[in-house]
């Protein structure tokens, strides 16, 4: 065997050991992701299943109303007639 061949093999074998450790990382990467998705769909069904859900319940059935704070709407007033007015110009 020549010196090229020697470093050809030790060439694929540490791409193989390298190639190894990344599908290992991803693999762990995914499992980590998996995890993640998993608890933070239980944090939503658990506020879904608690008040938050009750409260959207209320509102789709009609015993409660949304409204938002006087401040907001005058705000949202006051740009609309700036904006129109603006138009015109």
Known sequence: MSDLDIQ????NYNDGVS???????LKNDRIMT???????????????NGGL??????????KRKVTLPLSVRLKYKWN???????KLI
């Open 8 to 11: 050809i093999n030790d060439v």
């Open 34 to 48: 998996e995890r993640s998705i998993k608890s933070q769909q239980e944090m939503w069904v658990n506020l879904l």
């Open 53 to 62: 859900g009750k409260d959207m319940t209320e509102v789709l059935e009609g």
């Open 80 to 86: 609309n007639f700036v904006n129109k007015l603006l």
């Open 19 to 25: 190639l190894s450790r990344e599908l290992r990382g």
